[in-house]
């Protein structure tokens, strides 16, 4: 999430650069929405992306245009509303939104780019961690007296968009299998069972891809 084309900033431009090449050595692919083709609205485009990412990177400088600003903070929403972890690197004179002055952020000064990388690392290690975090979740709803295998899904979803973990990727296959099966005890509703193991179907393929 970052201004892009004309009007962008030298510092905007080292920020991204280092972002994607931290990104590229822990084994990630940086996707920004102007490099994804799409063929619907592109607000929706921007929400596919973000929904189907592990977490979310904000760039932003002092020379950032008030409107891309607030696209940047929107896609920022759009990626807690999701449950998608965000890592937000500035510029040291960039103010952010007043309701992210507690937030915080990587900072970057001109010509100090090894010490962003090295922050922007610990940010990116502290979201990997994040993956066994919720693959636990997923097998604490799994193993509870009512089994949720909504929140179970949910959990390693967000786990293995994180890491690519394979554990997590097997449980979500036996959640399908459970779905798929007419004896499975579970408490879902017809329709709500039906919902959710179209939303399983579809992640599993695209997964597979």
Request: charged share 30%; net charge neutral; with cysteine.
């Amino acid at each position: 999430m970052l201004q892009l084309g004309e009007g962008i900033s030298r510092l905007e431009v080292d920020m991204d650069t280092a972002v994607d090449e931290i990104l590229t050595r822990k084994k990630f692919e940086p996707i920004k929405a102007t490099t994804r083709r799409g063929h619907k609205d592109y607000l929706e485009k921007i929400i596919q992306i973000i929904r189907g990412c592990g977490f979310g990177v904000a760039i932003f400088s002092e020379y950032t245009s008030a409107s891309t600003l607030a696209n940047i903070f929107f896609e920022v929403a759009l990626c807690n509303l999701l449950g998608k972890p965000v890592i937000i690197v500035k510029s040291v004179d960039a103010k952010a939104p007043s309701d992210f002055v507690r937030t915080e952020w990587v900072t970057y000064t001109a010509g100090k780019g090894a010490k962003l990388k090295k922050e922007f690392t610990e940010s990116v290690n502290s979201i990997v961690e994040l993956a066994d975090f919720y693959e636990k979740l997923g097998d604490i709803a799994m193993e509870a007296e009512d089994v949720d295998l909504e929140l179970a899904f949910e959990r390693y979803k967000q786990a293995f968009l994180i890491t690519n973990l394979g554990s997590a990727k097997k449980k979500i296959d036996t959640i399908l299998e459970m779905l798929r099966s007419t004896d499975d005890p579970s408490a879902l509703l017809k329709p709500a069972r039906a919902r959710l193991q179209k939303s399983v179907v579809e992640f599993v393929s695209f997964s597979n891809n």
